[in-house]
């Protein structure tokens, strides 16, 4: 692998810990808004860095499709209308539907 993809799986990994490790050990005294808020927004926003990272390590190989895939994860996300394996589920058969049209 080239030390930028293990630069950024690291990094990925090191949000994750931090968004869902450190919080079981470390205790902030938080508003109970304020703690709903970040409980709703963080996990969304490290499945968009991942998301992000995976449609930039696919766009120079087929970036109709990455970034068709990537809106499509974002929108989602944002609306907050499924889980977020389902979006990955359909993010990628989007991904792969694409490909495969593109190139017939």
Known sequence: MSPAVLI???ALFCTSCLV?????FVSLQLSDRTQRYLERILPTAVFINFA???AYSEASK???AAL???L???VIAVLNVSGLITTSLIATGIY???VQLLHR
């Open 62 to 64: 087929e970036p109709v």
């Open 20 to 24: 869902r490790i450190v919080p079981t």
């Open 52 to 54: 992000v990272y995976i």
């Open 72 to 74: 499509l994860v974002g």
């Open 96 to 98: 792969f539907l694409l």
């Open 68 to 70: 068709a895939s990537l």
């Open 8 to 10: 950024a799986i690291a």
